[in-house]
């Protein structure tokens, strides 16, 4: 494993059920993320990618195979630990509450306040922190519901950087965003990844976006998962193997999925 690995997969086998049950979506998947990366992971529609997502956090079982964190099997973490180690960034709808922006992005704390769940000054200034990343302090006292969709990704973010952990997952964060709002976004975890030394995984189905802003892709075919930084993937050609519609093809040069 090399020194700056935060995740290691090794043989492993994504799915559902289990012994005669099991119902396999992706097998013998072998690859590793490093520290200070963003990596997006892009594939068809139910190709598995939200259930590889799942099983790399420890939410969903794996059917073989084993998962590194560092370099400790993923079984052996406990919630606690789990907690400091990774946050999540998922697609699921924030309960109705009247919490605000510095409310919603302070239980980003929790796995390290007490059982009061007391801010000691190391939490408000990772919450603080946060906040300037993400350039959110100015809706710090507003209602969480009387953001935009855009506007409360960003909150989200930065829940999970108040978490303070090595690595975030993301499930399609830029989902219902208009275009100056995904690359902001994308611009947002890049910038994130890179100044803080931090590994971010997210799924995403905006994949020219993707291409020009990822230092390294997980790319999930039906036969394969390949991670490689996105001019190697050009090269290879595997672009041409996610869709089978005729009319999609990837153009190499300009770098991007054109109509036919």
């Not at 180690?85 to 605000?100: E, F, M, Q, R, Y």
């Not at 990704?153 to 930065?158: D, K």
Request: hydrophobic share 40%.
């Amino acid at each position: 494993m090399s020194v700056n690995s935060l995740l290691r997969v090794c043989d492993l086998t994504i799915g559902y059920g289990k012994g005669n049950q099991a119902l396999p979506l992706a097998t013998q998947l072998h690859f590793e993320l490093k520290a200070g990366q963003l990596v997006s992971l892009i594939g068809p529609n139910g190709v598995g990618k939200s259930t590889l997502l799942r099983t790399l956090c420890g939410i969903q079982p794996a059917l073989s195979g084993s998962i590194f964190w560092e370099d400790k099997p993923l079984e052996e973490w406990t919630a606690e630990q789990r907690a400091r180690k990774l946050a999540l960034v998922l697609t699921d709808k924030i309960p109705k509450s009247n919490l605000t922006v510095y409310e919603l992005i302070a239980l980003g704390r929790h796995p390290y306040t007490n059982w009061l769940g007391q801010l000691a000054p190391d939490d408000i200034k990772a919450i603080e922190t946060a906040m300037e990343q993400t350039e959110v302090s100015l809706w710090r006292d507003r209602k969480h519901y009387e953001l935009s969709d855009g506007q409360l990704q960003r909150v989200l973010i930065a829940r999970a950087l108040a978490q303070d952990t090595p690595w975030i997952v993301l499930d399609e964060p830029t989902t219902h965003l208009d275009l100056v709002h995904k690359v902001g976004v994308f611009q947002l975890l890049q910038r994130v990844a890179h100044q803080t030394g931090k590994c971010i995984l997210f799924s995403t189905h905006d994949i020219d976006l993707a291409i020009q802003l990822s230092d390294e892709m997980l790319i999930m075919t039906p036969q394969q998962l390949v991670l490689d930084q996105p001019c190697n993937h050009i090269e290879s050609g595997i672009f041409n193997t996610l869709f089978t519609d005729e009319h999609i093809r990837f153009d190499a040069e300009k770098g991007r999925f054109v109509i036919s």
